[in-house]
């Protein structure tokens, strides 16, 4: 000890940062799990309700005309579900899952059924399955009362009211050739704006379609996005989505947009995807790239993308939104805890001002419920837990000044629980 001498100890300043949410998603690259935006906050994804158990090894599930089938790849059969869904009504023999199932009036205003499949259209008529559009098949859509399909560049459409009947005559059925070699195949066909739009592998031909005797004009528009993904095509809110290999996109009528914040680096592009659309939002069924499937979900009035984790092997979407797991149907909630499943949110590269390093000593969340929050920073990582409110000091300051956080629910409080904000206390040297 040098006597004589002061120990100089510097002035700390405590300082805050709060952060919102959409803060969070717009700046520090947010990502939700079994979370998904509510107003000002998150709270938790949908849910489940157990529906009906499935015929024998049945994983797939469709909905035409308030109609549930149930689809068993193993056995290549598709069963029609009687009214209180005990057992199949009728049971049809498949070669493939059809890509869609239609329901279509004929002019006596009774429902016939009608398969897409990979090759060719049938007709699903008492238990009987007869192919009615022969090499027809590929992808299709109701439009104008007719099925329309397509294969290659060539579009195939039936007689009106009658989806037997392909037959090439005036008012009848027929085809016409669009070829677009810069475009590429269509992949999907889409009902939208009182045309039909065909989705190809680099762009979208409209087609206008006028009058019994079939008047087409169609316009080719060239996509400057990517390259189309199958099956991906839906309705979101006004728009149409997709995906791309660059990303998921809302079409117009007129142009794309490249959505931000759409989550799309987190799917297994190249597995299978299954598009729906349900009350204005759009759904898919994915394959994660780190593991196992979800529902993919982008609500339009929020613009935000999030994933329900609950481990669905299949969609389909009619009255309700339906998803197989198990060997059972389930109807989509509000709200729901998956099983063995927290949900949380992550954000990165948090920082508290442009100078050096602070010390990080509390955070507190603004909301509902209880939370754990993680932070990392290049010093180290720190975990606290607690009430929504509430100022949680860390054990120890924690230094840096580009930190991570991870914020969970605690699964006793997650259906109440609510996430509006997180609010820092951070000191830094008055140098």
């Given at each position: 000890?040098?006597?004589?001498?002061?120990?100089?100890?510097?002035?700390?300043?405590?300082?805050?940062?709060?952060?919102?949410?959409?803060?969070?998603?717009?700046?520090?690259?947010?990502?939700?799990?079994?979370?998904?935006?509510?107003?000002?906050?998150?709270?938790?994804?949908?849910?489940?309700?157990?529906?009906?158990?499935?015929?024998?090894?049945?994983?797939?599930?469709?909905?035409?005309?308030?109609?549930?089938?149930?689809?068993?790849?193993?056995?290549?059969?598709?069963?029609?579900?009687?009214?209180?869904?005990?057992?199949?009504?009728?049971?049809?023999?498949?070669?493939?899952?059809?890509?869609?199932?239609?329901?279509?009036?004929?002019?006596?205003?009774?429902?016939?059924?009608?398969?897409?499949?990979?090759?060719?259209?049938?007709?699903?008529?008492?238990?009987?399955?007869?192919?009615?559009?022969?090499?027809?098949?590929?992808?299709?859509?109701?439009?104008?009362?007719?099925?329309?399909?397509?294969?290659?560049?060539?579009?195939?459409?039936?007689?009106?009211?009658?989806?037997?009947?392909?037959?090439?005559?005036?008012?009848?059925?027929?085809?016409?050739?669009?070829?677009?070699?810069?475009?590429?195949?269509?992949?999907?066909?889409?009902?939208?704006?009182?045309?039909?739009?065909?989705?190809?592998?680099?762009?979208?031909?409209?087609?206008?379609?006028?009058?019994?005797?079939?008047?087409?004009?169609?316009?080719?528009?060239?996509?400057?996005?990517?390259?189309?993904?199958?099956?991906?095509?839906?309705?979101?809110?006004?728009?149409?989505?997709?995906?791309?290999?660059?990303?998921?996109?809302?079409?117009?009528?007129?142009?794309?947009?490249?959505?931000?914040?759409?989550?799309?680096?987190?799917?297994?592009?190249?597995?299978?995807?299954?598009?729906?659309?349900?009350?204005?939002?759009?759904?898919?069924?994915?394959?994660?790239?780190?593991?196992?499937?979800?529902?993919?979900?982008?609500?339009?009035?929020?613009?935000?993308?999030?994933?329900?984790?609950?481990?669905?092997?299949d969609i389909a979407s009619g009255d309700e939104l339906y998803f197989t797991r198990g060997g059972y149907a389930y109807k989509m909630t509000?709200?729901?805890?998956?099983?063995?499943?927290?949900?949380?949110?992550?954000?990165?590269?948090?920082?508290?001002?442009?100078?050096?390093?602070?010390?990080?000593?509390?955070?507190?969340?603004?909301?509902?419920?209880?939370?754990?929050?993680?932070?990392?920073?290049?010093?180290?990582?720190?975990?606290?837990?607690?009430?929504?409110?509430?100022?949680?000091?860390?054990?120890?300051?924690?230094?840096?000044?580009?930190?991570?956080?991870?914020?969970?629910?605690?699964?006793?409080?997650?259906?109440?629980?609510?996430?509006?904000?997180?609010?820092?206390?951070?000191?830094?040297?008055?140098?």
């Amino acid at each position: 000890m040098i006597f004589g001498s002061s120990l100089q100890v510097p002035d700390e300043k405590t300082k805050f940062l709060r952060l919102t949410a959409k803060e969070l998603l717009q700046s520090y690259n947010r990502r939700t799990y079994h979370l998904r935006e509510d107003g000002d906050g998150l709270v938790a994804a949908e849910g489940e309700e157990e529906f009906f158990k499935l015929p024998q090894s049945s994983t797939g599930i469709a909905v035409a005309g308030g109609k549930i089938f149930a689809h068993e790849p193993a056995r290549k059969r598709l069963h029609a579900m009687n009214a209180d869904f005990s057992a199949p009504e009728v049971t049809y023999n498949l070669t493939f899952e059809p890509y869609r199932l239609f329901c279509f009036f004929d002019k006596e205003g009774v429902a016939q059924y009608y398969g897409v499949m990979r090759q060719h259209v049938y007709n699903y008529i008492g238990s009987s399955t007869v192919r009615v559009g022969e090499g027809k098949g590929g992808c299709g859509a109701l439009f104008r009362e007719r099925i329309f399909t397509a294969s290659g560049n060539r579009v195939y459409y039936c007689k009106t009211f009658d989806g037997s009947d392909w037959s090439e005559a005036r008012y009848g059925g027929g085809y016409l050739e669009l070829p677009a070699e810069e475009l590429g195949d269509i992949l999907a066909m889409q009902p939208y704006k009182d045309k039909l739009y065909l989705f190809r592998k680099h762009g979208i031909t409209s087609l206008r379609v006028l009058g019994d005797e079939i008047n087409f004009k169609a316009v080719h528009m060239p996509m400057k996005c990517g390259k189309l993904i199958a099956n991906t095509v839906a309705l979101c809110g006004e728009n149409v989505g997709y995906f791309t290999d660059t990303g998921f996109h809302l079409f117009n009528g007129a142009v794309s947009t490249c959505v931000p914040h759409s989550r799309f680096d987190e799917i297994e592009l190249t597995k299978f995807i299954k598009a729906i659309s349900y009350c204005g939002k759009y759904y898919a069924f994915v394959r994660r790239k780190e593991g196992g499937t979800a529902i993919y979900c982008y609500d339009p009035e929020q613009g935000e993308a999030h994933f329900i984790e609950n481990g669905a092997a299949d969609i389909a979407s009619g009255d309700e939104l339906y998803f197989t797991r198990g060997g059972y149907a389930y109807k989509m909630t509000e709200k729901g805890i998956p099983q063995n499943f927290t949900p949380y949110f992550t954000a990165e590269k948090i920082a508290f001002g442009i100078s050096g390093e602070k010390m990080l000593r509390s955070i507190a969340v603004e909301g509902e419920g209880t939370f754990y929050i993680t932070v990392t920073s290049n010093r180290g990582t720190r975990t606290v837990r607690g009430t929504a409110n509430e100022a949680l000091k860390l054990r120890s300051p924690l230094r840096g000044n580009g930190f991570a956080v991870k914020i969970g629910v605690e699964p006793a409080s997650a259906l109440q629980a609510r996430f509006c904000a997180v609010l820092f206390r951070f000191t830094e040297e008055d140098e």
